[in-house]
DNA sequence: TTTTTTGTGGGGAATTGTGGGGAAATGTGT
DNA sequence: ACACATTTCCCCACAATTCCCCACAAAAAA
């Protein structure tokens, strides 16, 4: 089981390259997983990296719930998968990200990385020091969740 | 059952490394517990310490009462785990404090351990001398929480 | 006092991270 | 098909950080 734990600050540079943390890709070959695949979150302005089996994984685990006569579901599927790209790791230890998603999560040049468990995801950096700003609401929610 | 107990104080380096204090090091031994994971505290300047088992613990119970599907469960998840990062203990017994986290907590070179049941508090001793001044508050609350 | 454990400091090698040049590949319009 | 811009890839150089090692001070134990 993968598990990607920490944040790490880098830098992306012109080119749009950006160096994949060396604590993740240890974890991932650990996993004798090398590719990653990279897409924009759903819901949040950042993007996903997915190790290819957890991918895979996920993709099975939505498609076995979908109908795929249902043109709602279909098209569900559909927006789930597209836009979704590999990500090959360059000799340098840099993924380089699509422009396409660079607009997307508004990266600039200081990005973080944040591990996620079994994906990591990438953050403007300003926009992920915002997400720390609301303590309290997290607070009241954790507490109302963990209540037992 | 993990139990740490005492106050140190200790010194960082230039590097942001700190001597982790034999007593500590002991009570996570007796656990089995090497790692350490480390946090920003949500509500006070400060970091907190946790045994990884103890860390791992909470993520499961969490992620257990998540949905990754639901856009605002989520973001719980995403808000806990931000910030968090494993911190190893190196050959001489020292942590080696990320950049980021020293200046989140401010941390200068004195610092001081708070031993806080299951995990560690980890203080800029400046920061935590003037916290020590408001025994009134504590008082009242100690009192509202504890009348039955 | 001597020995052991605990705590501080620093040098320097190895790894990690950043930047940029320029060749190859790809795409665009004419 | 051709010239041109853009993007991707491969290479090198170097800065910054982390890791590993050793030395030693300070405190506690023997």
Redesign the pocket.
């Known amino acids: 089981m993968v598990r990607f734990i920490g944040n790490?600050?880098?830098?992306?540079?012109?080119?749009?390259?950006?160096?994949?943390?060396?604590?993740?890709?240890?974890t991932l070959q650990k996993e004798g997983d090398e590719a990653l695949m990279i897409r924009k979150d759903i819901h949040q302005n950042c993007l996903v990296l997915y190790p290819k089996s957890v991918w895979n994984q996920q993709l099975d685990e939505l498609r076995s719930r979908l109908n795929r006569w249902n043109a709602q579901q279909q098209m569900v599927f559909r927006q789930f998968v597209a836009g979704v790209d590999e990500l090959?790791i360059?000799?340098?230890?840099?993924i380089?990200?699509?422009?396409?998603l660079q607009q997307m999560a508004a990266l600039q040049?200081s990005v973080r990385f944040i591990g996620m468990d079994d994906t990591i995801e990438l953050w403007a950096k300003e926009t992920a020091d915002s997400l720390l700003d609301n303590p309290a609401a997290l607070g009241e929610t954790l507490e109302a969740l963990m209540d037992f």
């Open positions: 790490i600050d880098a830098k992306m540079d012109e080119k749009g390259r950006v160096f994949f943390p060396a604590v993740f890709r240890r090959p360059d000799g340098n230890g840099r380089l990200i699509p422009k396409r040049a």
